[in-house]
Structures are given as C-alpha cells and as structure tokens.
C-alpha cells in the first residue's frame, strides 16, 4: 500500500499538544463490499482547519478497531487508507468528527456498499460492475495497458429450439492498474482473462454475486510454454520459477489426504505425502487455476495466485458418494424428463436401467466398450479417463455429467468407485454433431471438451 495523508498533506503531530489530555476517538472500518472487518487499514485524523497543526493515526485490528487518543477539543477529519481502496478506483472518503469537553467519540468507517459503488463506476447501466488491479506477480507493482477480457455463457429458449452465445466485455487498465466493466449479468459465473504482450493468467473463473459488484486484484507474470506429448496428443504445458505449497484434508473427518493430485491447468504437478502437504516448484508466475483431485473426492478447483509471499493454500475435499447422494435427492427428477425425451429423438446412444441389467457390467465403465469410438486410456501413469472420437480430432476427452451436473475430471477409476451399475437409471452419451444444446458449452475446469462430446448418467 503507498503512503498517504489526508487532503495530500503530511501530518505533523506537535509535541506540545501531545502533552494535552484530550478525548478519545474509536470505531470499527467495516468493508461493506464484503461485509466483514477491515483489518490493517490505517486511519488518520487531523486538525479540519489544517492538517499539519495536529494529527493522530492509528491501524486497525483484526476486528477492524481502532482507537486514537488525547484528542482534544475541536473540529476534525477523519479517514482512512487500504489496499482495497486502490483496486476499488475510488479515493478516501472522508468525515468530520467534533470533540467537545473531552468526550469519546465514536466514528465508524466503511468501504461504500455494492450499490453504490456500482452505480459510482456504470452510473445507470444495467447488470454488474466488474473492477479490480492488474499488479505484477514479483514487485506488487500496478501494470498499465494490461487487456482484460471476461466472457459468459447466454442461453436463449426460443418456441423450438434452445440457443446459446458466449458474450464477452474487454476493458484496459489505467497507470495505476485500475479496470473496470459494466453491464455484467448477474449473478453467474464468468472467465476473466488478463494479457500484455506474451505474460497471461490463467482462465480465471469467478461467481459474480447477487449484488452486482465485483472486485478482484489479479496478478500478471511470464510463463514458459512447452509442448509435451500427453499419452498420443500433444498439449501445452506452462512452467516458471514460482512455488506454491499446502495442505490437503478430508472434509468428514479432517484427516490428511495421502497421494492426492494437485496440478495447475496446463501447468505443472505435486502429490500430497502421508502428511497431507504438498510443494509445487516450477509454476508459472501470476494468478492461476490450482485442481486438487484424490480418488473416491469430488475435485477442488480454486484460484490461486503464484507470488513470492503466497500463503500456504489449505483445501478440503468431500468424498464424491456425499456430493452424488446430495445430486441424486435434488437433480434427478427434473432432468429425468429431458432424458426422456432426448431419447426418442434417436440422437446419441442411450441405457436405459432395462439395458444395463441385461448387459450385466462388473463395473460402471464397462458399459461404454461396445460404444463405438468411445474407449478409456491411462494418463499420467495411474488416471483412467473416458476419451472418444470428436468432431475434429480422434481422441478428446468428453465431458461428464451425473443428474445433469458438470463434474471436474472424473476418472473412470472415480466413476467405478461410487456409482454401481445397478444404482444407473439412465446414460447419454454424445460425440460431435447433435450434442444437445445444454451439453455444448463447459468451461475447462470440467476435465474435458465440449466440442468432443459429453456423457450424461442419471442415478436412481
């Protein structure tokens, strides 16, 4: 955080009044935005007819309190200063306090709500504002010119069919990092990118919340692309000089996870020892996506940023049969009927529990041998995953569905362990042309590609 006084002027405290006995004057800095304390941020009053005659600060704790002391009688200003001001793009708003007969004061502050910050940077513009900094991810420095590009997904239900299109909005940021978007919808998810010649960040992925205003630093820094050759595709592989460590913890009993995979996307991989922790060198520098994955876990994805002074990331995991018996009890039903009814249009192959039983698999993944162009292979020497043959290339990864839900890189290995082929009610299975329209767009957090194709399991 830069150094700042109020009104731009260095306060100056004289020893003389100093001496005097005064008042006190305390409060709490609250951030509106997120409802919660604002810790560490440093509050200054001074003297309203002229700063540099008398001055206090003081920084607040992790409650977000702060207490100034012996103040005198008189008029005053008071303020504060935070990081968060900075990514917010506004300045320090400011407030008279009056001291009289040696009174304590109370004076809260706070960081202005989403409304009005909203309304502040988009006026009145439909949907969400989207602001932040763009900071370099060695020095912590603002970087200018940086693009930054978010897009999402728009679905439209017209009286026969369902379209989809993927909007998009692109700002630049100021000298001092600054960005800003306006006419976002929300709330939804959305992928942020940020960009500057050959430096990126990863595809970001945030959850624009229900108030309609969003802040997020993100942090810039280079990456060195590679191309390996990945069980007979090539894909890219992002390295740098960055490190990155934790803790990885079963969410039911709190017990460390053993052998759990952690990697960034496109970047590089670790596994957790006995004790559940785990060091990643090697990792391209700026904000990132992290995927944590153990078999028998319904997978972590997160973002993380790759600096000098990153904290230790500790991330828990759910056993996959709790987050599927959740899905089943709440998703079944409704998506039952589209099953239904995709099936009698005799596009994609379709089991029907009637099918399955009479097919009697030993394992779920054994009902998808004899669909033609759909096979499992081993990557990365242990994960057993679904490949099949897309639309443009002969081997891609589809993505999974169960109880129509998007789920992040199940294995088959994942997908033996927790559903038996007698708890199926139902599978789609789509490669290339007539994949349904709600299966034609996923990010790739979801482990595979949509223009490949997708499977879709429906549990009893």
Not at 38 to 54: C, E, H, K, T
Not at 291 to 319: F, M, N, Q
Request: proline share 6%; charged share 20%.
């Amino acid at each position: 955080m830069r150094l700042q006084t109020l009104a731009g002027l260095v306060l100056v405290v004289q020893h003389a009044s100093a001496q005097i006995p005064g008042a006190t004057v305390r409060g709490v800095v609250r951030d509106s935005i997120n409802r919660v304390p604002l810790a560490g941020a440093v509050v200054q009053l001074a003297a309203a007819d002229g700063p540099s005659r008398f001055g206090r600060s003081s920084i607040t704790d992790s409650l977000g309190q702060y207490t100034l002391g012996d103040i005198p009688d008189g008029r005053y200003t008071i303020g504060f200063f935070h990081p968060v001001q900075d990514s917010l793009g506004i300045e320090p708003m400011l407030q008279e306090v009056n001291v009289t007969r040696q009174q304590a004061v109370f004076a809260d502050l706070a960081i202005p709500s989403a409304a009005r910050l909203r309304t502040a940077v988009c006026g009145s513009q439909p949907g969400a504002a989207v602001v932040g900094m763009v900071l370099d991810a060695r020095t912590h420095e603002p970087v200018a010119d940086v693009s930054v590009t978010a897009q999402w997904l728009e679905l439209s239900f017209g009286p026969q069919s369902i379209g989809h299109r993927t909007p998009s909005r692109m700002a630049t940021t100021r000298d001092n990092g600054w960005f800003s978007m306006c006419n976002v919808p929300s709330p939804g998810t959305m992928v942020l990118v940020a960009s500057r010649g050959a430096d990126s960040t990863d595809r970001i992925e945030m959850d624009v919340p229900a108030d309609g205003f969003l802040r997020r630093e993100i942090y810039l820094g280079a990456a060195t692309t590679t191309v390996v050759n990945d069980t007979a595709r090539l894909r890219r592989v992002h390295t740098g000089d960055g490190r990155l460590s934790g803790t990885v913890m079963a969410t039911s009993s709190g017990a460390p996870l053993s052998g759990a995979q952690i990697s960034l996307v496109e970047g590089p991989q670790t596994r957790t020892n006995e004790r559940g922790e785990w060091t990643m060198v090697d990792a391209p520098a700026g904000t990132r996506m992290i995927e944590v994955r153990a078999i028998g876990y319904y997978p972590e994805r997160r973002r993380v940023d790759v600096i000098p002074d990153a904290k230790p990331i500790h991330i828990s995991l759910s056993t996959l049969k709790a987050v599927l018996d959740t899905m089943k009890v709440s998703a079944l039903r409704p998506g039952w009927a589209g099953f239904l009814e995709r099936r009698r249009s005799g596009v994609g192959h379709y089991f029907t529990a009637a099918d399955v039983t009479r097919r009697q698999p030993l394992m779920t993944s054994d009902l998808f041998r004899s669909i033609a162009g759909v096979r499992t292979t081993v990557t990365h020497g242990m994960d057993k995953r679904f490949v099949m043959r897309g639309t443009f290339t002969h081997s891609c990864s589809p993505v999974i569905y169960i109880n129509d839900r998007p789920m992040h890189g199940l294995t088959a290995d994942e997908l033996d362990t927790w559903i038996r082929p007698s708890e199926i009610a139902g599978i789609e299975i789509y490669n290339g042309p007539g994949l349904p329209v709600q299966y034609q767009y996923s990010p790739a957090s979801f482990g595979g590609n949509s223009v490949c194709g997708a499977i879709v399991i429906w549990m009893k």
